[in-house]
């Protein structure tokens, strides 16, 4: 468009020319317009895939799920971002497009590095990463992932719109064994490699992982590969080199550890020398190589270890394993099929009360239909307390997921079902007791099967303790002096002991802990067994089923000074700390202990997250036990405090009791108050509604990902999925 212009102008009212009576007029003036598109960026399809609002929300949906099923996380964090969840998604992509090319993507030092314990005095170094950077490492996988599938046995992308990055783990880690034991039957006189790496996660070379990536996905995105190197190319703390490691902790770090060892699995499946002589598998790092003579050993074990040195890898000596006789191999590929057809019981027990009866699937379809938020939460709440008089122990999440599963499940009313009493219509004691007692009394045969099944898993779990405590015992004292096939026999019975301690636990989560908690306390304690690996949710399963004693001694145990400087020590406390929220009572003492572990700082930042956490979750019955010395050591810790995360959780407790902010201006970097977290934390503390950040269980959008047949429905229709 160019020459003369002709614009028409109306005068506001009130103004001079209008008071003139000259309403309108018309103007003509020179102009030249363009229109400038960059046809690189319109014919860069990945990159628009990346960058739409459906796969950040998908991303989204994805990243809240692991990270409350991940050993660490900020609740706090979580419920910010979604309390404006999609205006931070939009401002989530403008960022990204505005900083394209940029170093400062990411908001600087937002990572809280931590050991996740692995024995007694050991730790897994982990990294709890900012909520944003989760969504966008998710959202690059969802846009590589589809457009060129990986076939692993371990971390297969799942490619439905659901809850869930990857497949469910055990069906692969399960064909991962038979097809190792199918290679072994099929050289009857041959011998077996098993390994691991050492160290795998933090020796990844990360330039050769973004190599490796770029090639193997076929990206052709110049924006797509620097907006990878800013996800894979972080120089991590916690005992890493510059340039090395994969963090730990985060959803997409197990695809790309797959990847990174792609060109191992290619060589030994094509390497002509090896093509009728090796059968070679691999779950991540977990390798099993089958050869049909065992003079072939020691040249495997040479050329894989070149592989991998490749890669900056080694071998884990300590755990590498030569099987001469396919015999000796076997019995560490057989699964459990006690416990088999144990969890087999236990789930179908369950999935009666997930299944529950016609009525009571009536009053949830209507709620859901409706969209009627509050009262599905009210149902799912009331539902609950049901079960939990019935001795079945079930979080709110996990039960709204299961009942919403089964309502979309097709020919449901032709299948067997319980007889249910009327609904509830309060969580009253009285009435939940009358709902019990009726429930029992119609279903005498399902409460037989779930107390026996109940029975049977204490009974597993105490005789698996029992025994894999005598062969720790006897590794201790005999492992120097007995056979390496003895110690070799002992060690598959330890792993399937450990394996039954740990799927007990899991069940005894729902069932109750009521005859084993002493036993888990003490398991948790031993200086020489780590089995337990889901501390998070069985200590918070111990305080939810109101065992105040075993937090306690737990408390006892890691709080003591010889062993207060060991990391992973800070990561059990913290996580302590949390399960106070979910104790029936606390007492003054252990007010004080948060609120020291909050401000101290002598403590770590992850006991500090947690404890501030913990104080924002229950600030409405703190407020008799909080002196205006507490919110001035919140300011004091606010001043010093180098973290994003645990500033904003500062500024909310502040906020929580009207006590008045410092001057930001004096320790608040111009980053930081351009970060949602603190401008957001600053909004809600100037509300006076700081304890509503927790009222909301999830956002509504959430349960339309439970089930992969289900789309999402945005605030605009088109940005749907």
């Known amino acids: 468009m160019e020459g003369k212009q002709l614009v028409d102008f109306d005068n506001p009212v009130d103004s001079y020319w209008y008071e003139q009576h000259q309403v309108n007029y018309t103007d003509k003036f020179e102009a030249v317009c363009q229109t400038l598109k960059n046809s690189e960026l319109e014919e860069d399809n990945e990159w628009n895939k990346l960058i739409s609002l459906e796969n950040f929300e998908l991303a989204w949906v994805k990243a809240r799920n692991n990270v409350f099923n991940e050993s660490f996380y900020d609740e706090v964090e979580i419920r910010l971002f979604e309390s404006n969840l999609d205006e931070n998604l939009q401002i989530l992509i403008d960022n990204l497009v505005d900083k394209l090319y940029s170093d400062n993507l990411f908001p600087s030092n937002q990572d809280i590095d931590y050991k996740f314990v692995k024995g007694r005095s050991k730790g897994r170094p982990k990294q709890l990463i900012r909520l944003e950077e989760e969504i966008l490492a998710i959202a690059i996988l969802q846009t590589i992932g589809k457009s060129k599938n990986q076939s692993f046995y371990s971390y297969q992308l799942k490619l439905e719109q659901t809850e869930d990055l990857y497949e469910d783990y055990f069906p692969k880690y399960k064909k991962f064994l038979d097809a190792s034991r199918e290679s072994a039957n099929s050289y009857p006189k041959g011998a077996v490699l098993r390994t691991d790496i050492q160290s795998y996660y933090v020796t990844v070379i990360q330039q050769q992982l973004l190599d490796i990536t770029i090639k193997e996905m076929g990206i052709n995105s110049i924006r797509i590969e620097w907006l990878l190197s800013k996800i894979l190319r972080q120089n991590l703390s916690n005992g890493h080199e510059d340039g090395i490691g994969l963090k730990q902790g985060t959803l997409t770090s197990g695809f790309y550890a797959n990847l990174y060892l792609k060109a191992v699995d290619n060589y030994f499946a094509n390497e002509p020398k090896w093509k009728h002589q090796l059968y070679f598998h691999r779950y991540v790092d977990d390798i099993i190589a089958v050869v049909n003579n065992g003079k072939y050993l020691e040249l495997l074990e040479t050329e894989l270890q070149d592989k991998l040195n490749d890669l900056g890898l080694k071998l884990n000596q300590d755990k590498t394993e030569y099987y001469h006789n396919i015999s000796d191999f076997l019995p560490s590929t057989e699964l459990d099929t006690d416990l088999d057809k144990l969890n087999r019981k236990f789930n179908i027990m369950l999935v009666y009360l997930w299944r529950m009866n016609y009525d009571y699937r009536t009053e949830f379809e209507l709620a859901n239909s409706s969209h009627d938020e509050k009262l599905w939460w009210n149902l799912i709440k009331l539902y609950q307390q049901c079960l939990y008089s019935l001795g079945v122990y079930v979080t709110e999440t996990r039960l709204s997921r299961k009942i919403y599963q089964k309502l979309n499940s097709e020919k449901l009313n032709t299948k067997k079902q319980l007889e249910f009493p009327s609904f509830p219509t309060d969580d009253n004691f009285i009435i939940i007791s009358q709902w019990s007692s009726k429930f029992q009394e119609s279903n005498r045969t399902w409460i037989y099967e779930k107390n026996l099944i109940k029975s049977q898993v204490v009974n597993l779990f105490k005789e698996s303790l029992k025994e894999v405590r005598e062969i720790t015992k006897f590794l201790k004292e005999k492992g120097n002096s007995i056979s390496k096939q003895q110690k070799r026999e002992e060690n598959i019975k330890h792993r399937k002991l450990q394996t039954r301690i740990r799927s007990c636990v899991n069940k005894l989560l729902i069932l109750g802990f009521d005859q084993v908690w002493q036993d888990i306390v003490d398991l948790i304690c031993d200086p020489d067994l780590f089995v337990i690996r889901d501390l998070l949710d069985v200590i918070i399963g111990l305080a939810s089923q109101g065992y105040t004693d075993a ?71 703190a407020k008799p036990y909080v002196q205006p010395q507490h919110l001035q050591n919140v300011v004091n810790a606010l001043k010093i405090e180098t973290i994003t995360r645990l500033k904003k959780n500062y500024i909310l407790i502040l906020g929580m009791y009207n006590h008045d902010l410092p001057n930001l201006n004096d320790f608040l970097s111009d980053e930081e108050k351009n970060d949602y977290l603190i401008k957001d934390s600053l909004k809600l503390a100037a509300s006076g509604k700081v304890a509503e950040i927790f009222k909301q269980i999830e956002p509504p959008r959430v349960r339309q990902y439970y089930n992969p047949k289900q789309k999402s429905v945005t605030k605009d229709q088109k940005y749907s999925l």
């Open 551 to 621: 937090i306690k001694q737990l408390w006892t145990f890691y709080q003591n000074g010889n062993i207060a400087t060991e990391e992973p020590s800070e990561y059990v406390r913290a996580i302590l700390i949390e399960s106070f929220r979910f104790l029936p009572i606390l007492k003054s003492e252990d007010w004080e202990l948060i609120f020291d572990s909050a401000t101290l700082p002598n403590k770590s930042k992850v006991e500090k997250l947690k404890a501030t956490e913990t104080w924002l979750y229950l600030g409405h019955l």
